[in-house]
């Protein structure tokens, strides 16, 4: 499903961030945003709590990196890591990773192909078991990032505290983590009706808990058979389920925040839109920090489309396309390519 810009009248709709003020009991449009200042305050998100369950999960999440090195200094005074948790490691790593790459961005948000239902079941379950989210959140906020991108309304943007140094610092840090402690939510029947509607990703939304779960039990597991011993299942817990979670996270947040403020533009994209591509996360991304591309053609399923840009995610969907699992797949056409690159 393409994603089509906002209009200028949705720019004052309720609950989107937006930065719309009521005054004399009517909503009142904020200034076209210049591109330099800070974003308009929402006062209707600024008068919302966010739920103290919804703050300590959120926190949960985000301290999974400083959870992981604390366990690994505790695990490495006098061990090494094995082979098993690398392999371990590395394959839930990609399974994962490429739930989110394939499924819950190029497939269910930007409809760059048609997946028949195993697939779309496998890819909502992988990418749940990321830790990002639950599958019908997840796409409705990154499809409110595409109407709004890097203009009053993204939810996620580095340029929202204004282009200054400090305003920058303070975005780059919003855009990472920040975001996500805010009162500022993206109603899922605006943003993601289809999947709504759809029963089993209604189903595998309302698994996301039990999915984090089995994310961190599968490694647990696979650690206790193969080593025999609680240490083995331990370590296998820090490196395959702790270490590999959080640098999934890390990258993926490094394209909402890295993605919008280092890197090269060949494409031309909307106004205001700073996406990038940015080379060196894009082993670790599967293809995902190719962000200028993807940008300037959403519904693309390639986004390393110039010559030595290695996509992993465009390469399992062409393998799925050629197993006949997924169809109606939105390559790239070098004509659509070149009325958005730049001269």
């Given at each position: 499903m393409a994603i089509a810009e906002e209009s200028s009248?949705?720019?004052t709709g309720t609950g989107t961030g937006t930065g719309a003020v009521r005054a004399a009991g009517r909503r009142?449009?904020?200034p076209p945003y210049d591109g330099s200042s800070p974003f308009p305050r929402d006062e209707s998100?600024?008068?919302?709590?966010?739920?103290?369950w919804q703050l300590a999960f959120t926190a949960l999440i985000v301290a999974f990196p400083f959870l992981a090195?604390?366990?690994?200094?505790?695990?490495?005074?006098?061990?090494?890591?094995g082979p098993a948790d690398v392999v371990l490691g590395v394959l839930l790593y990609c399974v994962t990773g490429l739930g989110v790459t394939v499924g819950f961005h190029r497939g269910l948000t930007h409809g760059s192909f048609t997946p028949n239902r195993p697939v779309k079941i496998a890819m909502a379950v992988a990418g749940s078991m990321s830790f990002q989210g639950d599958v019908i959140g997840?796409?409705?906020?990154?499809?409110?990032?595409?109407a709004f991108t890097d203009r009053p309304g993204d939810p996620h943007s580095p340029f929202r505290f204004g282009t200054s140094l400090t305003g920058e610092l303070r975005g780059l840090a919003h855009a990472h983590v920040g975001w996500m402690f805010t009162a500022d939510t993206t109603p899922a029947a605006h943003y993601a009706p289809d999947l709504l509607a759809d029963r089993d990703l209604r189903a595998?939304?309302?698994?996301?808990l039990g999915l984090c779960v089995l994310s961190l039990a599968l490694p647990f597991g696979a650690g206790w058979l193969i080593g025999g011993s609680v240490h083995a299942a331990l370590t296998a817990l820090l490196w395959a389920g702790l270490v590999r979670v959080a640098l999934l996270q890390h990258v993926t947040w490094s394209v909402n925040s890295l993605c919008h403020m280092i890197g090269q533009r060949p494409f031309r994209t909307r106004r205001h839109d700073r996406a990038t591509n940015l080379w060196p996360l894009a082993l670790l991304s599967f293809g995902e920090s190719w962000h200028n591309l993807h940008?300037?053609?959403p519904t693309c399923a390639r986004h390393g489309v110039d010559r030595g840009q290695i996509d992993i995610t465009a390469a399992v969907i062409r393998l799925l396309e050629r197993c006949g699992w997924v169809r109606d797949v939105r390559w790239p056409a070098p004509g659509r390519l070149d009325t958005r690159r730049r001269a």
């Open positions: 009248a949705s720019l009142v449009a904020p998100t600024g008068q919302q709590r966010v739920p103290t090195l604390a366990l690994a200094a505790w695990l490495l005074w006098g061990s090494v890591i997840w796409v409705a906020v990154h499809r409110r990032h595409h595998v939304s309302r698994a996301f940008h300037a053609d």
